[in-house]
């Protein structure tokens, strides 16, 4: 849910519900790398609720825009490093085949 001006679409506080820091912290590092945004930060209003409130405010831009483009570019940064961790762990198994485990050895 979008919270904002309808005269001013560069400044906006986005509600995300089921979500919690994880979400919330990666999207705000992402949004602060964009030369586009002034600001980002984000709030959780009470630790029970799932739910989080990211307030961009941009040079210009609307800020859904800007949001959307910082999400795929996580969602792009998420798969990349589900990839590297594939791509090792396959890796380590064809250097080193799993030995079966004698517990009665001694």
């Keep these: 849910m979008e919270h904002g001006s309808v005269t001013d679409s560069t400044a906006s506080t986005f509600s995300i519900m089921d979500e919690d820091h994880t979400l919330a912290n990666s ?3 992402v949004l602060n790398q964009d030369p586009r945004v002034a600001f980002c930060g984000y ?5 029970a609720e799932k739910k989080v409130n990211i307030r961009v405010q941009t040079t210009g831009d609307p800020a859904k825009d800007v949001l959307k483009d910082a999400l795929q ?3 792009v940064m998420c798969q990349h490093v589900r990839g590297t961790f594939d791509n090792a762990v396959a890796d380590h198994r064809a250097k080193k085949p799993a030995q079966q485990m004698d517990i ?3």
Excluded at 43 to 47: E, G, R, T, V
């Design 43 to 47: 709030s959780i209003p009470h630790p």
């Design 104 to 106: 009665d050895q001694k």
């Design 73 to 75: 570019d996580l969602m």
């Design 27 to 29: 999207a705000r590092f």
